[in-house]
């Protein structure tokens, strides 16, 4: 019995020489790191509070440009622009590149549209904004482009999952019809309409793009109703022109009485002649 409590407290001091050995050689450096991780902590944590500070300082100079392009002062409000879209945070710089480039639509189709390809193709901005301006300029185009144009910045985006694949198909539904591809524009028109996640006004759009095919060139597959209406035409004028000239026959036999009218007209002018029965009795004997 007390040999096993010799042994264990030999093993006990054994322990504790190890620990006092550890400490020694490594206790500095555990205490370094401890003391690193919490400071790196609290700079993290002080980083986030300034850059929260910025951002929401961003977000007021965006909603101050905003303003002032309402109340048209649209040199202040660029102004204000260009300067965030430099020194902003976060999502800011592209926002404003992407109000720069909306700014320039009405008057320089072509520069917006570069400046919505140079948001989408910038690696460093979120992709969500970098689709969006993929989309917007792929809209511009439907007015300002080819087919081709549309379908480089809308085709990826048109694929199911997408969240901007509503957008994205009418786009290219839009760019087809305008390009005189109906057919491609009466697909993407109708899977737009019978998709039940389209967007309300999305699909009301896409029901009267629909009926606007169908009436000038048909359902698909069927006869289209330009084609067939011309000849439809044509045949009652044809018939038109057919009974025209029966029509005066009746006239022409009219006539026929009129004259035989007049040859027997002389008959009422027999009493002129009556006289002539009163010669005999010139020849009678006188009384």
Known sequence: ??????????????????VRALWIRYGRIALALAVLIVLAVGGYVLWQHHQQGLQAADGDRLLAA?????????????AILETLSQSGVASYPALARMRLAQLDLATE??????GFDAIAGDAGVAQDLRDMA??????????????????????????????????????????????????????????LQEDFGTPAGIKRRAGLMVELIEA???????????????????????AEVSETPAAPEPAASAPA???????AAPIPAAPATEPAPAAPAANQPPA
């Open 1 to 18: 019995m007390s040999n096993d409590i010799f042994i264990r407290e030999v093993n006990e001091e054994l322990r504790q020489e190890r």
């Open 66 to 78: 905003t303003s002032l392009l309402e109340d048209g002062k649209t040199q202040e409000g660029r």
């Open 109 to 114: 189709p072509a520069k917006a549209i570069a």
């Open 134 to 191: 993929a989309l917007r300029a792929a809209y511009v185009l439907v007015d300002n482009g080819s087919l081709g144009d549309v379908r480089a910045r809308a085709e990826r985006l048109a694929t199911d999952g997408e969240p901007l694949r509503y957008g994205a198909r009418e786009a290219i539904g839009l760019a087809a019809w305008k390009a005189g591809d109906f057919e491609t524009a009466r697909g993407f028109f109708t899977q």
């Open 216 to 238: 000038e060139h048909g359902p698909k597959g069927g006869t289209a109703p330009a084609a067939a209406t011309p000849a439809a035409t044509a045949a009652p004028d044809a």
């Open 257 to 263: 009485p009129a004259t035989a009218e007049p040859a």
